[in-house]
């Protein structure tokens, strides 16, 4: 298969496998680079393996690292959020300076941060806190972007380019996933506004036309491969070349279809799929 577009395979739908073991079957399925969660890093380092040999095992599968997803307790309200709030020890646990500082050690371009712990920040607080986010980043080259979730206290994406635009730092910008795009109801034309060097990281899937009534139970339980569902990616994907955006794709599908399936078959054709429907947006302009 010509790999003549990049592609990235997000980590998070994969968490359960160990980063090691996600390599082979990544390659294999036709992905050029990956994200990481911190706690690939983490966990490896805890067992002993150094930066430059997780580095090095990830460029022996011809793999590249495209990020590292995520840092979740970046607000200061986040630090405040009780512990009866879904998954706060985890989420707390990934701080600004943990995240960033594994980054830089694996040598990753950039970092995602995320709002998952139900706080809605003033538009105040949440630039101040991403500017210092973006601050702690700046030394060691990486860029900070931030992904907008609809259940969560940044919610689209007029709510997160107010916080890029407000915080001012050149490193700043956005995670556009199509999913969290489309359920969310944000709008085109604010995205054609944006300019595309500001696009950071774009993750693509698809789903179907009635959203779930949970949004959350959605997002991780009913997304489908890019041209499996009813979003309009060709649109999509021709916006963001019109903004002049060379954000790398990432394929992220969270599904109850591949629960307890082997990595390798779950992804057999994700790589396939993605690459059809961008090439096919941009062929037929």
């Not at 090691?20 to 805890?46: C, H, K, N, Q, Y």
């Not at 600004?96 to 500082?101: D, G």
């Amino acid at each position: 298969m010509t790999e003549d577009l990049p592609l990235i395979l997000s980590a998070p739908p994969f968490a359960h496998v160990p980063l090691l073991e996600r390599l082979a079957p990544a390659r294999e399925a036709g992905f050029t680079g990956i994200s990481l969660m911190p706690g690939d890093v983490w966990s490896l380092e805890e067992a002993g393996m150094k930066p430059s040999e997780i580095a090095a095992r990830i460029a022996n599968h011809d793999l590249t690292v495209m990020e590292v997803d995520c840092t979740a307790c970046w607000l200061p309200s986040h630090r405040r959020t009780g512990d009866d709030a879904p998954l706060a020890s985890l989420l707390q646990s990934l701080t600004p300076e943990r995240v960033v500082e594994a980054a830089a050690r694996i040598g990753a371009p950039s970092i995602t941060a995320v709002e998952m712990m139900g706080v809605s920040p003033s538009l105040d607080e949440a630039a101040e806190a991403f500017t210092h986010l973006c601050d702690l980043a700046a030394p060691y080259g990486l860029k900070v972007h931030i992904e907008f979730l609809p259940f969560g206290g940044i919610p689209d994406l007029a709510s997160a380019w107010a916080i890029v635009q407000a915080a001012g730092r050149p490193n700043g910008g956005l995670t556009v996933d199509s999913w969290h795009f489309f359920r969310s109801g944000s709008s085109f034309e604010l995205l054609e506004s944006i300019p595309g060097s500001r696009i950071h990281t774009v993750q693509i899937n698809d789903a179907p036309a009635q959203p779930e009534a949970d949004l959350l139970h959605e997002t991780m339980n009913g997304r489908l491969v890019p041209g499996q569902g009813s979003f309009d990616l060709t649109r999509f994907i021709r916006t963001l070349d019109q903004i002049g955006s060379t954000a790398p794709f990432s394929v992220e599908v969270f599904s109850k279809n591949i629960n307890g399936m082997p990595m390798a078959q779950a992804i057999a054709s994700w790589a396939p799929a993605a690459r059809d429907i961008i090439r096919k947006a941009r062929e037929t302009r």
